[in-house]
């Protein structure tokens, strides 16, 4: 519950503070999210490659279970 109010509180602050007219805050802000686009773009991109390799492994991993399953299946009869 406390996390929830903190949260709450700290989005409101952050829409109060870029408003132009409380505490002229929105070019800094902008200048901000200029500046940190590109490195957060590059991170989320090379998360998105690590999750993508370990799907294809998982696949790949997958595959080579059912065909032992079934090559177990197959000289159980």
Known sequence: MVALIVGLLLIAFTVIAALPS???WGPEI????????PFFTAFVGLIAL?????DIKD???AKKEEAASKMQESQAE
């Open 22 to 24: 409380v505490l002229g």
């Open 30 to 37: 902008l200048l901000f999210l200029k500046g940190f686009l």
């Open 50 to 54: 690590f999750i993508g390799v370990a």
């Open 59 to 61: 696949k790949n991993e």
